[in-house]
């Protein structure tokens, strides 16, 4: 999460008081003066041994030191050891980090795959600078200004510096398209790009809308309110907001989007910590969607914004949080730009729930521990059995209306848990998916029948409801799977065929009709999904006294 930065110290303070992390001995004299007492070292302290330090380097280390390496070495290295999430960004890092928060890029404006060492536009964005010149879904760009643009070695990094570029500057791309014999030249006006934080959003059933957020970005909020109002103009009366996987974003998104949710004045969250007291974060208007059944669906992805969210709903009993424990991140990052471009992003405080609840995880134990979290929650079997997950009546806490038990301290326990599906989830489908496979060969695929299909199923409700994979399709999908070195054995195949189906056909729903409608197929697999209807199908509402107004 990202706040406006405060103030900008220089890099040579910062390097000069992070330098004790090389551990380099000074003079006795000096140690001694500075801790004689025992004494915690202040600040001023630091300051003069670090400085120290780098003069002893500069005039006695047996070669000529690298004075940028030495400091960018140095505050990574201190910062890796305040916690997990306060991190050094170098320069040249900064921006491209940043943009996925803004909501904007700039380029041309497709999205690619790369297929046999070219590069196969996936799908062009609406209204962006490549759909306006002509390009088109299938479309295989062979050369960027004139040159040969295909390769073993070409890697997706490639393909971004190339096309991505400045508003207004200018890149000419080679196009081959299926049955057109002669190269295709587009000539494309770079321009901004969005990045839609929105992915999904569709009637799930009769009068049950669904939204799927993959970020809290600039334009989250807004992309929230658009799908609003078109699912109610559809009928919709209650909603499912779909958090899996969603790792947050910016702090203002979170409350301006529970903020949707919860009356006026309601705390949506605080923030506290030692040269930062507390703020509070409140409901300040009407939101668009105070009335009805509400479900969030969460995740061991959710996190930060994702849990900000769902423990404002969950504390103020206003909707069912469904789905598998968050991440557990409930620290605060604050963005200190420093004068050569870079940036710290320093943890400078807790946010907690409205009941209280701090759902940070232990990091006690190291960041290589902190990292590996989620896979020993599977491997302790927390994933898949809901009997394993343990918290300590210390971290207990109640909601604020029902007095339901809620727990802190580990990230956000869902209301309905709902345990991670391992049955399908074979050594094939695994390879199959980690190589990438579906893309290449629905690829080929779409490259030959894009038109015929488009011609068949002309609506997006029209595919969804009568598209199938048929028997010889799926055989011939899995002759080129077993072709590329998978083991396809009926045991394996058996568990996995129902799904790999569903991916197949996900994917060309994606490639004719967009992300959506790809996620209206892939969730005939989403569990938390069909667990929240049912709740709002039956009594599970009323039995857990979730509010419903």
């Known amino acids: 999460m990202r706040n406006i930065p405060l103030f900008t110290p220089s890099v040579k303070s910062i390097a000069l008081s992070l330098l004790f992390a090389f551990g380099v001995s000074v003079p006795n004299s000096f140690a001694q003066s500075s801790e004689a007492d025992g004494d915690k070292m202040n600040l001023s302290d630091a300051r003069s041994k670090m400085y120290e330090v780098l003069n002893i380097i500069d005039k006695a280390y047996i070669d000529e030191p690298d004075h940028e390496e030495i400091t960018e070495t140095a505050i990574k290295n201190v910062l890796k050891e305040l916690d997990p999430h306060s991190v050094y960004i170098p320069a040249d890092e900064l921006k491209k980090m940043n943009e996925p928060l803004k909501g904007n890029f700039e380029g041309i404006g497709i999205q690619f795959n790369l297929m046999e060492d070219t590069v196969v536009v996936v799908g062009v964005i609406a209204g962006g600078p490549s759909e306006k010149v002509g390009i088109m879904a299938g479309d295989k760009i062979v050369t960027v200004d004139g040159k040969a643009f295909a390769g073993t070695d070409l890697e997706n990094n490639d393909v971004m510096v190339a096309l991505k570029g400045p508003k207004d500057t200018k890149v000419t791309v080679g196009v081959k398209r299926r049955k057109v014999k002669e190269l295709i030249d587009f000539t494309i006006t770079r321009d901004k790009i969005p990045i839609h934080s929105l992915d999904a959003s569709y009637i799930a059933k009769p009068g049950i809308g669904y939204i799927k957020l993959n970020r809290f970005s600039a334009t989250t909020v807004q992309e929230f309110k658009d799908a609003l109002v078109d699912l109610k103009a559809q009928g919709m009366e209650h909603l499912v907001l779909d958090l899996k996987g969603n790792g947050g974003g910016y702090l203002k998104a979170a409350v301006q989007l529970a903020d949707e949710f919860l009356d006026k004045g309601e705390l949506v969250t605080y923030t506290e910590g030692r040269s930062f007291p507390r703020k509070d974060y409140n409901a300040s208007s009407s939101g668009g969607f105070q009335d009805g059944m509400l479900a969030v669906l969460i995740d061991e992805g959710s996190a930060s914004a994702s849990e900000i969210v769902s423990g404002a709903i969950q504390d103020w009993d206003r909707g069912l949080v469904v789905g598998r424990r968050s991440y557990g991140k409930g620290l605060v990052q604050k963005p200190f730009p420093l004068s050569d471009g870079s940036a710290m992003r320093l943890t400078i405080s807790n946010y907690y729930t409205p009941a209280g609840r701090s759902i940070q995880k232990p990091y006690e134990e190291g ?28 971290l207990k806490h109640n909601t604020l209306r029902s007095k339901r038990t809620v727990y802190g301290g580990g990230g956000i326990m869902p209301d309905m848990f709902v345990p991670l599906d391992t049955t399908s989830n074979t050594k094939m489908y695994r390879d199959v998916n980690r190589q990438g496979m579906f893309q290449q060969f629905l690829l080929t695929y779409m490259d030959k029948e894009r038109k015929s299909l488009e011609k068949e199923y002309q609506t997006e409700d029209d595919f969804v409801n009568n598209y199938t994979v048929g028997q010889k399709f799926f055989d011939e999908f899995i002759e080129y799977v077993s072709g ?35 996620f209206r197929v892939a969730n005939e697999n989403n569990e938390a999904l069909q667990t929240a209807i049912t709740a709002m199908e039956d009594n599970s509402f009323k039995k857990m006294k979730i509010a419903v107004r």
């Open 484 to 518: 590329e070195g998978v083991d396809c054995n009926d045991e394996q195949l058996a568990l996995s065929e129902k799904s790999m189906r569903i991916r197949m056909k996900a994917l060309v729903a994606r490639y004719l009709f967009g992300t959506s409608a790809y």
């Open 367 to 394: 960041k290589e521990s902190y990292l590996k979290d989620i896979r020993t929650r599977l491997e302790k079997g927390e994933l898949t059995d809901l009997s394993k997950i343990e918290f300590p009546d210390s």
